[in-house]
């Protein structure tokens, strides 16, 4: 039994083949830099990787290599579902769900709340549906995990009508992420997750900290949408909301452009005037650069504030999960942000930190401290575990 992946942005396209119990990929690839001339599609099966140019660019034509691959590899017939990533599902969706008309229209509605996501995804259910009319399509949502958060923290202090009419309120993203990690996290520490109170940090682009409470979220740094919370490579997170019409009278700007440099233009970028890459402003932080070194500082500071507050949702914290791009990598921003939480019993065994990159896991705090883990992500696994899931409760009914 394989089920096919699929993580379909306004610009991307990321996909997998995989069995849902071994986690083996049997073909995955990644289309970026959809709508322009650079685009491409990378693929990979079995440890040999190529890449494909995409003439016309589309997410129409990337879509068709998928179709072309699993067909050349004689994949095809071995998919028996379709799981879908779809970013927002408002308070309607608290679990994955088979994407019936009426589940879509659901999603649709939800277009509001994240209106560069959610038109993406649906596109992307489209096409699969076009082409796999025969299978069944589940929607895993990205908020999902945090519907179990508590009123104290995903309410605004804004006029109640917003909430009852427009479903203003914190929702909170990555959700499949977190929710993988922290039960990985307590399989390594080797204790029930149901008795943990985790702290997860999934850090990459886009990055969020989650409370997570005996295996169910409690608070996230993000909000109404991903723009809450952490610094992130181009977005912003947390800042005044009164910012906005003064930059708007001070700049000239129009309400859409502060939020497009906030959403394109702020975070990491924004701070160092040089890249949204950790990578890069690790280098150039470390030749000097003033505006690499203040991005790093700033990124590093909200996050461990971040965390502690999280302390707050959970009453104590059991440990805390290194996750995504830069979680995974990068030692000096686990180790950086450890030193700044002594307070709440972190410490960091540098050299375990050191050598936990690339895909390893495992625990880089120091001997007596509170238990701090690297955990590599995996939502393509989490989310054909779901679709699986959903396909076989409702084979039960
Ligand atoms: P996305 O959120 O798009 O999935 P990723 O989780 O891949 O992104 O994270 C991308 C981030 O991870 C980038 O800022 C990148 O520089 C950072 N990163 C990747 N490898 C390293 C590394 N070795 N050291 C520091 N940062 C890294």
Redesign the pocket.
Known sequence: MSILVLNSGSSSLKFALLDPESGEVGLSGLAERLGTPEAAVRLERGGERQTRTLAGGSYAEAFGVLLTELAAFGLRDAVSAVGHRIVHGGERFSAPVRLTPEVLDAVRACIPLAPLHNPANLAGVEAAQRAFPELPHVGVFDTAFHQTMPPVAYRYAVPEAWYREHGVRRYGFHGTSHAYVAERAAELLGRPLAELRLVTAHL???SSVCAVDGGKSVDSSMGLTPLEGLVM?TRSGDLDPGLHEYVAGQTGLALGGVMRALNKESGLLGLSGLT?????L?AAAEGGHAGARLALDVFVYRLARYVAAMGVALGRIDALVFT???GE??ALVRSRTLERLGLLGFGVDEAANART?RGEAGHISAQGRVPVLVVPTNEELMIARQTAQVVAEAGQE
């Open positions: 990459g682009n886009g490579g949204n890459d950790m990578r890069e690790e995504g791009g830069i990598n990068s990159v």
